[in-house]
């Protein structure tokens, strides 16, 4: 009998090694990270934030990942679900970084600030973001000199008026207000 | 099969096809008779109308005239570009005579509650028209032809959904369609307008089915009728009598009064016993569903070649004295209509567009009616209130038992407390119609659909993010190899750069081309200053 | 998840937990006539202590738990667990053993869990099963009325006051019985006026399954034939007209749409189909017929009331099916081959273990999923240009 439990011990133990090698620890924390290399963690992008979780961080400072990556986190480390640490921001709806066009003077600052390279346009020319490559991080609004960058909740468009549109049906018109 | 079934038409007395039993199920009372005591009546034209074009998501709008145009009833006003999306254009029509004031956002009354565009339109009340084309012998013209007209038309379905009418018959003409089914089940409580609609017109919407029936070259048309409807049972009767001198072009068959029989899917299954499955569309299985309202707009965009400016909308609630089904001009301002009927202001509660279990509040009486409002209600403090606090599921199940898509209310409930996507899709989260009848039998009052709804959404953007998350980490990884790649280019140009000038044997000054380099800094700090200032400089103006 | 707006739905069916409790009380009324017509008075002071306990009981819990006692207690989820529990304890009962079993029930069972909804195992049955286990001898002394008339000299038993009473050929619903029950309740009430040790030891203890073990005929038709009124507590028909009523019950629930057939159904075939298999009518063995199995004992108050508690019972309509049969087959199995009396609370309690896996495996199949692909042949998927 005792034998048995100790072959079935040595069986187990081999093959959680063999996962565990398979998808060290790190690679599965950035797994469920949601990749947006927002910063907001206090880390310059996911991974490096994945390998401080990994190394005994506190796993509740992703704002971007929502409540669903806290409790994947915290099942994974084995941790009991913590709220998220509201030092590092508030749950939000995903958004996309809207450029208003007419008001963008070309400085590049966005450009460099952004993580995934998803804003397009050169020196003293206008620079528009590729919405599809977009990944909501807020990191282009705050360089911008002449705040011209909304975030812009990109799943269910919606107007009010304290946010510009996302199109601007009215100009697409040419009708003038 | 067939013999049992000729016997029991014969039996029942009309050409009937036999309806099957559907899962799950719900009998609210219907309040229906209130709005059918009075007949259909045309409404008086409005002094202002807001004509809805579309909403920001639906597609690239065409405006084709201008502010302060004056235009002619009938006349195209718009059309909104669905081609992104594959699907054909639809355009917008002028109710009435008028000027057009103006063209701005705002709320409409719909499902969605989301703000269109809106045309807005004084009207000057001579109703000036552009002259029609009737095409009063509809079997000459070709199936694409009709359907070309239909699209013209501006013809959508006319059911709730407003898909555009033109593109569900040409998705049969590359599928070879059997069933043709005009939907006239219209199970929500609180609207009749079909009901209305088929008592006093069942000839044009018979005519209007068998153009429907020709332009998606079905076989066989079905009109599904709930049976608890007897008056326009009976003049659909007779209106297939009157019509078939030759042979019936439509049979019609009564489904069993329940909530939600009227869902397409349901109705299909309940009307030829076809299941379709999650993810199929029905034309793949030959079947093809329209509205009894769309019926009647096809024989209003063939035969009297007018198109599609009004719609017929329920207007009920205790709130009014004389509830009735009204004959509407797109675009009429809800609490115009409810004038209409009597409303009387101080027991109006709150306003509800479409039915009683999937409407939703109208925040503004003001909001215009569009293509697919079919029923408008003004509920008074002892009607549609909202349930009280919520109670603990005691898992009764009742939801289950009502449920029409034969989900698990009860789990579904608890996995969205708990957020537990795997087990949410599992249970079909996914399949859920968000039809109510879960809410309508939940004897501790909860409110699932919404929250369904809300999980919904969750997963909706989870899986956005898992999806871009991959993809999101390549390209910052790609950034970062491109940041390394051009801090060594540099740098090793500037190891080189003094190789070179030696080699070009005129050595440059070093601070010479530190200023310069200075120089354009400076000068591109300026600039940009400059810029940020003419920039707020027009903000302010735009501002006063 | 907590700042839903009310939207979609307006209209409702105006069913709330309350109004399902009290039909459920409702039906539980013929069952209860019928106990008091032939136990006496002994069943409506055991449903008056508990139903006293249970809402002080409750209340506390609500209050410990900081929420509103008013309203939750307004659902009176708590009188039908104390009901319950009542009709299942024997009358005449001393009312600690009540009290002790219905706090049991509403603390330990049900607000431990996390209230009304939340309790994974029936409240009412578990607080029996506890009280079974802890008081062996106090849970099974049941007064049987066909003892009365088997009693020939009154003054050979002075045990009991219901004897005593029925010696005189009193009903057990005069106020003779009703003093004699409340003694039995208080018993620290009736030193001075009898020997409580006198009626602690006559209770008779049985169940009529095991009484009428051997007998393999219906005690209705045995008065029918010899012509006693079906009625009469001397004809032996008690356990048979008391099941009946709660049948009677069961059904207007069904009919009231309160619970579903399946459950009620699975069980009561289930125990019909094992009895009629096992059924041995030559053989002294201890397989009753299906007749009694199905109304010697308290096989339809477990059907129609206990196993469809809706919070505790597998909730999906195969799961409730599957369940039903794991309780049918349990309680046959115990009666017949376990060592417990009465075997209804450790059947619902093991289907009550089941129950969430049933809920998760046997479920409905999804409209429009797992169907074969009807897709024509040759024929081009659909194409939107």
């Not at chain 1, 549109?165 to 040419?174: A, E, M, V």
Request: hydrophobic share 40%; with cysteine; glycine share 8%.
């Amino acid at each position: 009998m005792l034998l048995f439990a100790l072959v079935l011990v040595k069986i187990t133990r081999y093959l959680t090694r063999q996962v565990t090698a398979q998808k060290s620890l790190v690679n599965r924390i950035n797994r469920a990270l949601p990749q947006t290399q927002c910063g907001q963690c206090g880390h310059p992008g996911c991974l490096p934030y994945a390998r401080s979780i990994s190394l005994g961080e506190a796993s509740n400072k992703c704002p971007p990942g929502g409540q669903e990556t806290i409790l994947e986190l915290a099942e994974l480390l084995n941790e009991p679900v913590r709220g998220l640490d509201p030092a590092h921001g508030q749950f939000r709806d995903f958004s996309v970084a809207v450029i208003r066009e007419d008001e963008c003077i070309g400085c590049t600052k966005c450009i460099q600030a952004c993580p995934v390279d998803a804003i397009l346009g050169g020196p003293k020319l206008m620079h528009t973001v590729i919405t599809s490559e977009c990944t909501g991080c807020d990191l282009c609004v705050e360089p911008c000199p002449v705040d011209c960058i909304d975030m812009i909740n990109h799943l269910a468009p919606a107007i009010s008026h304290t946010t510009p549109p996302y199109f601007d049906l009215r100009s697409s018109l040419g009708v003038n207000t | 099969m067939s013999t049992l079934k000729q016997l029991a038409s014969k039996f029942l007395g009309h050409d009937s096809v036999f309806a099957r039993r559907t899962a799950g199920g719900i009998q609210p009372p219907s309040f229906k008779e209130h709005s059918l005591r009075s007949r259909i009546m045309s409404t008086p034209i409005p002094p202002q109308l807001t004509i809805p074009i579309g909403a920001e998501s639906s597609g690239e709008i065409t405006r084709l005239v201008d502010i302060g145009e004056q235009v002619l009833k009938y006349q195209k006003l718009a059309v909104i570009s669905l081609s992104a999306k594959g699907r054909s254009d639809v355009p917008v029509h002028a109710p009435t005579s008028g000027v057009i004031t103006s063209i701005e956002n705002s709320i409409v009354a719909d499902h969605s509650q989301q703000q269109q565009l809106c045309i807005n339109l004084t009207v000057d009340g001579h109703d000036k028209a552009l002259p029609l084309e009737p095409h009063t012998n509809h079997a000459q013209l070709s199936s694409a032809d009709l359907v070309s007209l239909i699209r013209d038309a501006g013809v959508i379905g006319m059911g709730g959904a407003g898909f555009p009418a033109a593109d569900k018959l040409r998705a049969c003409s590359v599928l070879p369609i059997e069933f043709l089914i005009i939907n006239a089940a219209e199970c929500e409580p609180y609207i009749s307008a079909d009901e209305a609609l088929l008592r006093e017109r069942a000839n044009r919407v018979v005519l209007g089915a068998e153009i429907l029936k020709r332009a998606s070259a079905a076989q066989r048309c079905l009109i599904a009728i709930e049976d608890t409807k007897p008056d326009a049972i009976a003049a659909i009767k007779q209106a297939l009598q009157n019509e078939a001198s030759h042979q019936p072009c439509c049979e019609l068959v009564l489904v069993p009064s329940k909530y939600p029989a009227g869902s397409e899917k349901q109705l299909i299954q309940c009307v030829t016993g076809i299941e379709i499955a999650t993810g199929q569309h029905p034309t793949e299985h030959g079947i093809v569903m329209h509205n009894v309202g769309t019926a009647y707009a096809a024989y209003e965009a063939i035969i009297e070649g007018k198109p599609c400016i009004s719609r017929f909308t329920t207007l009920c609630g205790q709130a009014l004295k004389t509830p009735k089904n009204f004959e509407v001009l797109i675009g009429t301002a809800a609490g115009f209509l409810f004038e209409l009927c009597g409303i009387e202001a101080n027991k109006k509660q709150k306003s509800i567009v479409g039915g009683s279990l999937m409407g939703s509040e109208l925040g503004n009486d003001k909001a215009a009616t569009c293509k697919t409002t079919n029923c408008l209600i003004a509920a008074s403090s002892n009607e549609l209130q909202a349930p009280k606090e919520a109670q603990a599921c005691i898992r009764c199940g009742y939801c289950a038992d009502a449920c029409p898509s034969k989900l698990l209310p009860q789990q579904l409930l608890a996995f969205s407390k708990t957020l537990d996507t795997t087990q949410l899709l599992e249970h079909g989260l996914l399949d859920c119609i968000e039809c109510g009848a879960c809410d309508y039998v939940c004897p501790s009052q909860i409110p699932l659909v919404s929250t369904y709804k809300q999980s919904k959404k969750f997963i909706k953007t989870r899986r956005h993010s898992l999806e871009y998350s991959d993809y999101w980490q390549q390209r910052f990884q790609f950034r970062q190899y491109r940041v390394k790649k051009e801090k060594d280019q540099a740098l090793s140009r500037k190891l080189n750069a003094p190789l070179q000038s030696m080699q070009a044997a005129e050595p440059a000054p070093k601070g010479q081309n530190d200023e310069a380099d200075f120089i354009s800094k400076e000068q591109a700090s300026r600039d940009i200053a400059a810029a940020v200032a003419r920039v707020k400089a027009r903000r302010n103006e735009k501002n006063k | 998840m907590s700042a839903l707006k009310a939207g979609a739905p307006f209209q409702h069916s105006g069913r709330n937990i309350t109004q399902l409790m009290q039909t459920l009380m409702y039906a539980l009324l013929p069952g209860i006539f019928a106990s008091l017509w032939y136990f006496g008075f002994g069943i409506l002071i055991n449903i008056a202590i508990a139903i006293t306990f249970a809402v002080l009981a409750e209340a506390a819990m609500l209050r410990l738990r900081n929420r509103d006692i008013r309203s939750h207690l307004g659902d009176k989820s708590a009188l039908v667990t104390a009901l319950l529990f009542a009709i299942a304890i024997p009358p005449g009962s001393p009312w600690w053993l009540v009290a002790l079993g219905i706090v049991f029930a509403i603390v330990i069972a049900k607000h431990l869990y996390g209230g009304l909804g939340q309790n994974p195992f029936n409240p009412a049955m578990c607080g029996y099963a506890m009280l079974l286990l802890a008081f062996p001898l106090e849970m099974t002394g049941w007064h049987i009325p066909f003892e009365v008339i088997t009693e020939p000299q009154p003054t050979d038993n002075l045990g009991i006051p219901i004897l005593t009473v029925e010696r005189e050929f009193l009903s057990p619903l005069s106020w003779g019985g009703f003093k004699q029950a409340l003694l039995l309740a208080f018993p620290f009430a009736a030193s001075g006026v009898i020997d409580i040790s006198d009626f602690v030891d006559g209770l008779a203890m049985a169940t009529p399954l095991i009484e009428f073990k051997m007998a393999g005929k219906s005690a209705l038709l045995t008065a029918r034939e010899s012509g006693a009124s079906l009625f009469a507590r001397e004809s032996e028909t008690a356990w048979e007209i008391i099941n009946i009523s709660y049948l009677l019950g069961g059904l207007f629930l069904l009919y009231k749409r309160i619970i579903s057939w399946h459950i009620p159904l699975a069980i009561i075939a289930t125990v019909f189909v094992l009895a009629a298999l096992f059924y041995a009518p030559g053989s002294v063995a201890i397989y009753g017929t299906p007749y009694l199995h199905l109304f010697g004992s308290a096989t339809m108050i477990g059907a129609f009331f206990i196993a469809t508690d809706p919070v505790s019972a597998a909730t999906t309509r195969p799961g409730k099916l599957v369940y039903g049969i794991i309780i049918g087959v349990s309680i046959y199995s115990i009666r017949v081959w376990g060592s417990y009396l009465d075997s209804i609370a450790f059947a619902v309690l093991f289907g009550n273990f089941c129950a969430p896996v049933l809920d998760q495996y046997c479920r409905p199949r999804i409209f429009g999923h797992g169907l074969r692909s009807k897709s024509r042949p040759n024929e081009a998927p659909v194409k939107r240009e």
